[in-house]
């Protein structure tokens, strides 16, 4: 199974700060990378979808970058309603796999 | 609009087995798979498996394949996903998803299953 390796675990910063989490694969699994958004009691959102395509309807202030093994995402000015946990997730190979979470915490 | 509409909570008693629903809506059922991902209390997400609606072709998370059981009624545009032999780590929200190939962009509210005695 393909390990993904969120950090950091958790996070705190204040509303207009640019935030970056990051995920490793442990084998390469080219752009097959996506990010999720979760809130208290709710369902995961798609946020970006193959390492750096932004999900239709997803403000531009979410991106993310990478390939192969080594990832990022990053909010370029936090607002209010993004203090939530983020998920990294592989889809190149069975079982999918997801990292560990980051939980946004205000500062 | 896509929907993805999820049966309701249950409480089994270990041993027992669960069989959710997940009702879709809004976009060509057979066109999609369906992944089924599942959150335990305070915890990160789990892919149970995968399911083509088209020609019912499965892909389950090895820990699944044996007490799990993914399928789908073309006639309704919903999918089921059952457990059995449940075990009290088996708490947790059970999501729906619709997958674009193994990606999932839409997801049902969750459905939370209580296994306790």
């Known amino acids: 199974d393909i390990q993904m390796t969120q950090s950091p675990s958790s996070l705190s910063a204040s509303v207009g700060d640019r935030v970056t989490i990051t995920c490793q694969a442990s084998?390469?699994?080219?752009?097959?990378l996506n990010w999720y958004q979760q809130k208290p009691g709710k369902a995961p959102e798609l946020l970006i979808y193959d390492a750096s395509n932004l999900q239709t309807g997803v403000p531009s202030r979410f991106s993310g970058s990478g390939s192969g093994t080594h990832f990022t995402f990053t909010i370029s000015s936090l607002q209010p309603e993004d203090f939530a946990t983020y998920y990294c997730q592989q889809y190149d190979n069975v079982p999918i796999t997801f990292g560990q979470g980051t939980r946004l915490e205000i500062k | 609009q896509v929907h993805l509409v999820q049966s309701g909570a249950e409480v089994k008693k270990p041993g027992a087995s669960v069989k959710v629903s997940c009702k879709t809506s809004g976009y060509i059922f057979t066109s999609y798979g369906i992944n089924w991902v599942r959150q335990a209390p305070g915890q990160g997400l789990e892919w149970m498996g995968w399911i083509s609606p088209h020609n019912g072709d499965t892909h389950y998370a090895q820990k699944f394949q044996v007490r799990g059981t993914m399928t789908t009624d073309t006639s309704t545009s919903t999918a089921y996903m059952e457990l059995r032999t449940l075990r009290s780590d088996d708490t947790a929200v059970y999501y729906c998803?619709?997958?674009?190939?193994?990606?999932?962009?839409?997801w049902g509210q969750g459905t939370l299953v209580t296994v306790s005695s």
């Open positions: 084998q390469d699994i080219s752009n097959y």
């Open positions: 998803t619709r997958g674009a190939g193994l990606l999932s962009d839409y």
